[in-house]
């Protein structure tokens, strides 16, 4: 079913882009930090119109939030909030909200090839099965939760597809 919601635009220049990392105790708590920020809400930008039910969004699309007029550079989808129904845009396909370098994922969300002990980070490589996009990237585990953190910041729309995990030339998970 179709639930109406917001369609929020974030500006480029906003301050959650410029926010001061801080000092952490572990690795751990820096990917979190990494990979949880920014949270936008509400108020972090300008009401620009409404959507249809966010089941028709994915990150970095342009289709639907440019329907909304006014903007001098086409709008692309750079977070979805769920619990609040809520899309949220940035102008121009330079926009930070588009890239991110660490991801988060729970052990669960990956399809393991072969059961695997991960006692330290190691590298990997990530493929998009779609575009055939290949980067490289660190894997950490903590407990159940997978953290990827790639050299420079990539795509965050590298992951609407599936995508698949080597290490070792072998898909040891796919996500």
């Given at each position: 079913m179709n639930i109406k919601g917001q369609i929020v635009e974030i500006p480029s220049n906003s301050p959650l882009y410029g926010l001061q990392?801080?000092?952490f105790q572990n690795k751990e708590a820096e990917?979190?930090?990494e990979a949880e920020?920014?949270?936008y809400s509400l108020f972090d930008g300008i009401l620009i119109g409404g959507h249809d039910g966010i089941e028709h969004f994915t990150i970095g699309q342009r289709k639907g939030v440019n329907k909304i007029g006014g903007a001098k550079e086409s709008l692309y989808v750079i977070?979805?909030?769920k619990s609040e129904n809520r899309i949220f845009a940035g102008a121009g396909h330079n926009h930070p909200g588009l890239f991110a370098k660490v991801f988060k994922f729970s052990k669960?969300?990956?399809k393991w090839n072969n059961e695997m002990s991960i006692d330290a980070p190691f590298?990997?490589?990530i493929e998009n099965q779609s575009t055939?996009?290949?980067v490289e990237a660190k894997l950490y585990l903590f407990?159940?939760?997978i953290f990827l953190e790639f050299e420079k910041e990539i795509e965050k729309a590298i992951f609407n597809d599936s995508v698949n995990i080597f290490n070792n030339n072998n898909i040891i998970a796919t996500i």
């Open positions: 990392k801080p000092e990917l979190t930090w920020h920014p949270k977070a979805i909030d669960s969300e990956l590298n990997v490589k055939k996009d290949i407990k159940e939760i």
